[in-house]
């Protein structure tokens, strides 16, 4: 029987977005399934840098939507990020060993089959649209999530 690996991405950091998406891709690499739930600030690593359709959108979701990060390379680090300095700083260290960056770790997960979700709820209050998102993202509400996380063999919250 195979293992299941469940993760719900809270976190908008590029460092933590990176180790919750190495662990999917290994996963996947073990042959495990793996669910990605993606609520408020975790919805940014899934941006495209699309708009959507912003005449739906109340004046604060536009604004809110032009002063967050657009998909993984405009997250910011959790931790010494310094106005993007130490971000600079950990992607040029990455390069130097040759690691690849957030948005290869990204599309390596969506090649292997990884299961992106995102919440409803977390959306609608944040005025993202799926059009905004990659396409593979499927969303759903936490009813359905938790049912996926009983489901689990792992669950992770990041």
């Not at 460092?15 to 940014?44: C, H, Q, S, Y």
């Not at 106005?83 to 130097?96: F, N, Q």
């Not at 993202?137 to 009983?150: F, G, P, T």
Request: overall charge negative; some cysteine; glycine content about 8%.
């Amino acid at each position: 029987m195979s293992k299941k690996l469940n993760l719900l991405m809270f976190s908008g950091d590029y460092d933590k977005a990176l180790a919750a998406l190495i662990l999917a891709n290994t996963a996947r690499d073990m042959d495990m399934e793996v669910t990605m739930f993606f609520a408020f600030w975790g919805l940014f690593l899934l941006r495209t840098g699309e708009n959507g359709n912003t005449e739906e959108k109340s004046p604060y979701e536009k604004l809110f939507g032009m002063m967050t990060p657009k998909g993984p390379e405009e997250l910011p680090l959790s931790k010494m990020n310094f106005s993007g300095l130490g971000k600079k700083m950990l992607i040029d260290m990455m390069e130097e060993d040759g690691a690849p960056r957030l948005i290869n770790f990204l599309n390596g997960a969506r090649k292997r089959g990884v299961n992106f979700y995102g919440c409803k709820l977390s959306m609608e209050i944040m005025g993202i649209s799926k059009e905004e998102l990659i396409p593979e993202v499927e969303v759903i509400e936490a009813k359905e999530y938790l049912k996926d996380a009983l489901e689990s063999d792992i669950q992770l919250f990041i």
